[in-house]
């Protein structure tokens, strides 16, 4: 695997994201009155990429399609309540990241069984990761859960530093320096693995 | 841009691109099943969901599970109770899950988790006395499983941390052994089964156990609270501590289980259950779990049974009809609606025991009331069942067979029994 390129051009349409609530939700309109066509339509734009950011998350698929589906449901359930529904792709995102800190802090409480779920990947998949993607993904895994998924808003979903400010609540000068300091520890924790 | 930055991202999208555009499961929101609404019990636009969950409770507990009929209050036909004799022959011993004194009758459907402390209690199933009650060991505050196995001795118990339900608790199994002839006190001992934690995961339920008879495999069955997302069904290895996955192909077409309760052949090698999407048939599922596939279409036979003749299966129940332990026999509950009157149902509900070799059809009751089957023998010719209403706020319980009826000691708050 080649590791000396830059980023993708296409990494919106890759990850399924356009990286901005309101482009993301601008199908569904606040005045939209049948609002499971309202949550649908945000799911089909937008499920795949939190699948996946909950699957780079969890390292479970099936955890994470249970995660994504939760956070749905609760914004089904939520959305007569939503104060802006504009804004309810920011609302499902960070309904995502609750999920995943949950799911990880039962499986670490008790031993869960990652294979209890569907394969995480298929034979083919499999053979085609290679071992530095795992141990990165591995060293990301292992960072605080703040630092983890400032990490993955930002060079996954390629987020703003507000939009990861909004969806973790916590402050943009927070953002950035839980980045860096993410970055150190992740560069740290790669060397270490290398030596 | 630095390298480390370079690497992650290029990582991070590897990753995900591990999880292609068509596995995104589809989302359905019918009003009727979107989920639980935390602390209440009740599904989002849909009926109280206190039916098909507890009765799937205590399905789960026993393997058996429930079709309503009824017991008391009944006219006429009741057959008067036999001497303890009759139950001489009946499985020595069965469980209940009961909830802690002071509770009083609170969450209904608590047999896939529960919000109280519930505890076990091993009775003797000819003098009702009370051998053994067992607490769900720490970290665990109760007990949400219970089903018997084929020596009568052994229990698997499965434990829980207290939950309302959403999202659902993970569960540990144990097995439960008593010691007839220790002294009381010292008669029962619970081990850890070499299981993982089955997890709960999101949205997952554990909705069914199923130890074979050789006492080495454990099957359990997992629905997901949602349509469209595929029922798993799992083989733990005891011994070796491996597992095998199937996933059912098929999902339900509303808030139901996809799969039944399952019953182990007697070798140990099938396992039988029913499919339970079609609406108002039956069929059954004979799963090889010793075929090396571990593919569900592959590995199993379906087979499809006759109505009896003159009958119609209760539509609302998702859980009729029952498989029993020895996969021989199937009980049924079913409605003759000629004998519902203007005045109501007289001698409408009967539960019926199908010969699945021979196709013979036993009646074992007909009532005008609603009872719930909690538990049966092996050969389904003999059933442990609640009448007034559903565990725990059933009124009595009594042992019914053929010929006749022997009320039995449980408290009003017991929830699942296993035999």
Same mark, same amino acid.
């Given at each position: 695997?080649?590791?000396?390129?830059?980023?993708?051009?296409?990494?919106?349409?890759?990850?399924?994201?356009?990286?901005?609530?309101? +482009?993301?939700?601008?199908?569904?309109?606040?005045?939209?009155?049948?609002?499971?066509?309202?949550?649908?339509?945000? $799911?089909?734009?937008?499920?795949?990429?939190?699948?996946?950011?909950?699957?780079?998350?969890?390292?479970?698929?099936?955890?994470?399609?249970?995660?994504?589906?939760?956070?749905?449901?609760?914004? $089904?359930?939520?959305?007569?309540?939503?104060?802006?529904?504009?804004?309810?792709?920011?609302?499902?995102?960070?309904?995502?990241?609750?999920?995943?800190?949950? +799911?990880?802090?039962?499986?670490?409480?008790?031993?869960?069984?990652?294979?209890?779920?569907?394969?995480?990947?298929?034979?083919?998949?499999?053979?085609?990761?290679?071992?530095?993607?795992?141990?990165?993904?591995? +060293?990301?895994?292992?960072?605080?859960?703040?630092?983890?998924?400032?990490?993955?808003?930002?060079? $996954?979903?390629?987020?703003?530093?507000?939009?990861?400010?909004?969806?973790?609540?916590?402050?943009?000068?927070?953002?950035?320096?839980?980045?860096?300091?993410?970055?150190?520890?992740?560069?740290?924790?790669?060397?270490?693995?290398?030596? | 841009?630095?390298?480390?930055?370079?690497?992650?991202?290029?990582? %991070?999208?590897?990753?995900?691109?591990?999880?292609?555009?068509?596995?995104?499961?589809?989302?359905? %929101?019918?009003?009727?099943?979107?989920?639980?609404? *935390?602390?209440? @019990?009740?599904?989002?636009?849909?009926?109280? *969901?206190?039916?098909?969950?507890?009765?799937?409770?205590?399905?789960?507990?026993?393997?058996?599970?429930?079709?309503?009929?009824?017991?008391?209050?009944?006219?006429? *036909?009741?057959?008067?109770?036999?001497?303890?004799?009759?139950?001489?022959?009946?499985?020595?011993?069965?469980?209940? /899950?009961?909830?802690?004194?002071?509770?009083?009758?609170?969450?209904?459907?608590?047999?896939?988790?529960?919000?109280?402390?519930?505890?076990?209690?091993?009775?003797?199933?000819?003098?009702?006395?009370?051998?053994?009650?067992?607490?769900?060991?720490?970290?665990?505050?109760?007990?949400?499983?219970?089903?018997?196995?084929?020596?009568?001795?052994?229990?698997?118990?499965?434990?829980?941390?207290?939950?309302?339900?959403?999202?659902?608790?993970?569960? #540990?199994?144990? %097995?439960?052994?008593?010691?007839?002839?220790? #002294? =009381?006190?010292?008669?029962?001992?619970?081990?850890?089964?070499?299981?993982?934690?089955?997890?709960?995961?999101?949205?997952?339920?554990?909705?069914?156990?199923?130890?074979?008879?050789?006492?080495?495999?454990?099957?359990?069955?997992?629905?997901?609270?949602?349509?469209?997302? =595929?029922?798993?069904?799992?083989?733990?290895?005891?011994?070796?501590?491996?597992? *095998?996955?199937?996933?059912?192909?098929?999902?339900?077409?509303?808030?139901?289980?996809?799969?039944?309760?399952?019953?182990?052949?007697?070798?140990?090698?099938?396992?039988?259950?029913?499919?339970?999407?079609?609406?108002?048939?039956?069929?059954?599922?004979?799963?090889?779990?010793?075929?090396?596939?571990?593919?569900?279409?592959?590995?199993?036979?379906?087979?499809?049974?006759?109505?009896?003749?003159?009958?119609?299966?209760?539509?609302? /129940?998702?859980?009729? =009809?029952?498989?029993?332990?020895?996969?021989? @026999?199937?009980?049924?509950?079913?409605?003759?609606?000629?004998?519902?009157?203007?005045?109501?149902?007289?001698?409408?509900?009967?539960?019926?025991?199908?010969?699945?070799?021979?196709?013979?059809?036993?009646?074992?009751?007909?009532?005008?009331?609603?009872?719930?089957?909690?538990?049966?023998?092996?050969?389904?010719?003999?059933?442990?069942?609640?009448?007034?209403?559903?565990?725990?706020?059933? #009124?009595?319980?009594?042992?019914?067979?053929?010929?006749?009826?022997?009320?039995?000691?449980?408290?009003?708050?017991?929830?699942?029994?296993?035999?």
């Amino acid at each position: 695997m080649e590791l000396d390129g830059t980023a993708p051009a296409s990494v919106p349409q890759r990850h399924g994201f356009t990286g901005s609530d309101r +482009a993301g939700s601008a199908d569904v309109s606040p005045g939209t009155k049948d609002r499971a066509a309202a949550v649908s339509v945000l $799911y089909a734009g937008h499920a795949l990429g939190l699948i996946r950011l909950a699957h780079i998350m969890l390292g479970n698929r099936q955890a994470a399609e249970d995660v994504v589906h939760d956070a749905f449901l609760g914004l $089904y359930r939520r959305w007569p309540h939503l104060n802006e529904q504009a804004k309810a792709l920011g609302y499902v995102r960070s309904s995502v990241l609750n999920g995943c800190r949950s +799911a990880l802090r039962r499986r670490s409480a008790s031993e869960f069984d990652d294979s209890h779920g569907a394969p995480v990947t298929s034979a083919e998949s499999a053979v085609l990761t290679t071992e530095e993607r795992q141990e990165i993904i591995r +060293a990301l895994r292992r960072l605080p859960h703040r630092q983890r998924e400032v990490l993955a808003l930002r060079f $996954y979903l390629d987020l703003p530093d507000d939009q990861i400010a909004a969806a973790m609540r916590i402050s943009r000068s927070t953002v950035r320096s839980t980045a860096h300091r993410g970055l150190s520890a992740l560069r740290r924790a790669l060397r270490e693995e290398t030596s | 841009m630095n390298r480390t930055e370079d690497r992650l991202r290029i990582a %991070l999208l590897e990753t995900a691109e591990q999880i292609p555009p068509s596995a995104v499961p589809p989302l359905e %929101l019918p009003d009727e099943v979107v989920g639980r609404v *935390r602390g209440s @019990h009740r599904r989002l636009g849909g009926p109280p *969901r206190r039916w098909p969950s507890a009765l799937a409770a205590a399905a789960a507990v026993c393997l058996i599970i429930g079709l309503p009929v009824a017991l008391a209050g009944g006219k006429g *036909r009741v057959v008067p109770a036999r001497p303890f004799g009759l139950l001489a022959q009946f499985p020595p011993y069965y469980v209940a /899950l009961q909830q802690a004194p002071g509770c009083g009758p609170c969450a209904p459907d608590n047999a896939r988790y529960s919000t109280n402390q519930d505890r076990a209690v091993m009775q003797s199933t000819v003098t009702g006395n009370t051998l053994a009650t067992i607490a769900a060991p720490k970290p665990y505050g109760t007990f949400a499983f219970v089903q018997g196995t084929a020596n009568s001795r052994d229990f698997i118990l499965g434990a829980q941390r207290l939950s309302d339900g959403f999202p659902y608790p993970a569960t #540990k199994l144990y %097995l439960l052994h008593l010691n007839p002839s220790a #002294k =009381p006190g010292h008669r029962a001992r619970l081990t850890a089964l070499p299981v993982p934690l089955l997890p709960g995961a999101s949205s997952y339920e554990l909705t069914w156990l199923a130890l074979s008879p050789n006492g080495h495999l454990l099957a359990t069955i997992s629905t997901r609270a949602a349509n469209n997302i =595929p029922t798993k069904l799992r083989v733990f290895d005891l011994v070796t501590g491996r597992s *095998r996955t199937w996933v059912l192909p098929k999902w339900a077409p509303s808030y139901r289980d996809v799969a039944g309760p399952p019953s182990w052949s007697t070798d140990s090698r099938t396992l039988a259950f029913f499919d339970r999407t079609m609406a108002r048939s039956a069929e059954l599922v004979l799963l090889d779990t010793s075929a090396p596939a571990a593919d569900f279409s592959t590995d199993s036979r379906f087979v499809s049974l006759p109505r009896p003749p003159g009958t119609d299966e209760f539509s609302f /129940l998702p859980d009729a =009809p029952l498989l029993t332990p020895d996969s021989q @026999h199937v009980i049924e509950s079913v409605i003759n609606p000629r004998e519902i009157t203007p005045r109501g149902p007289e001698d409408a509900f009967a539960l019926n025991v199908v010969n699945l070799r021979t196709g013979k059809v036993t009646q074992i009751r007909q009532h005008s009331q609603i009872f719930y089957v909690l538990a049966t023998d092996p050969s389904g010719s003999a059933v442990i069942v609640a009448t007034g209403n559903l565990p725990p706020f059933a #009124k009595s319980f009594a042992i019914w067979t053929a010929h006749g009826t022997t009320p039995i000691q449980l408290p009003a708050d017991t929830i699942a029994v296993a035999w």
